[in-house]
């Protein structure tokens, strides 16, 4: 577990006990962990709270796994989510595509194999958001504004890409 990032994880499942089995167990490994029971639920702590990785299910009462995965997207255009079902098709495999999921997965799934891809998707996360918070620095640093302007844009910078 040394040198391992800290991931902060949303969960989004109906499924109580899914919910609370993979919390236990990526909590354990040292990740912050959320789990929300609805899609609704997730957007609502997903305007709260950054995270770098969303683990959605497809089938939810209320939106489900596409919509909240395209909603959460909005909020957070850098989190990756991966999307994990107990009704796959590849209908749905192509909407979440479409939503620029970064996995599909099948229920059930084999646990190591879930924590290998969360760590895949937040290296991606991470050099995406890095690259895009460069070439913002660097539009910022050519656009005249003095020193103050300066650190005023960067503050707010690392605010939208949830950096403490």
Do not use: W
């Not at 702590?45 to 299910?57: G, L, S, T, W, Y």
């Amino acid at each position: 577990m040394k040198n391992q990032p800290i991931i902060r994880i949303l969960l989004v499942d109906d499924e109580e006990t899914l919910l609370e089995y993979l919390s236990k167990r990526l909590l354990k490994m040292g990740h912050t962990v959320k789990a929300a029971f609805s899609g609704e639920q997730a957007i609502e702590v997903a305007n709260r709270e950054h995270f770098d990785v969303a683990i959605v299910d497809l089938k939810m009462p209320g939106i489900d796994g596409v919509e909240t995965q395209k909603k959460l997207k909005e909020i957070q255009p850098f989190l990756q989510c991966i999307v994990l079902t107990g009704h796959g098709s590849t209908e749905t495999a192509l909407k979440s595509g479409q939503q620029d999921a970064f996995q599909y997965l099948l229920k059930p799934v084999n646990y190591d194999d879930l924590v290998a891809i969360i760590k895949k998707a937040y290296k991606k996360k991470s050099q995406t958001q890095e690259v895009k918070f460069k070439e913002e620095v660097e539009r910022i640093y050519r656009s005249g504004l003095g020193a103050h302007g300066i650190k005023k844009a960067i503050a707010e910078l690392n605010k939208i890409y949830g950096i403490d």
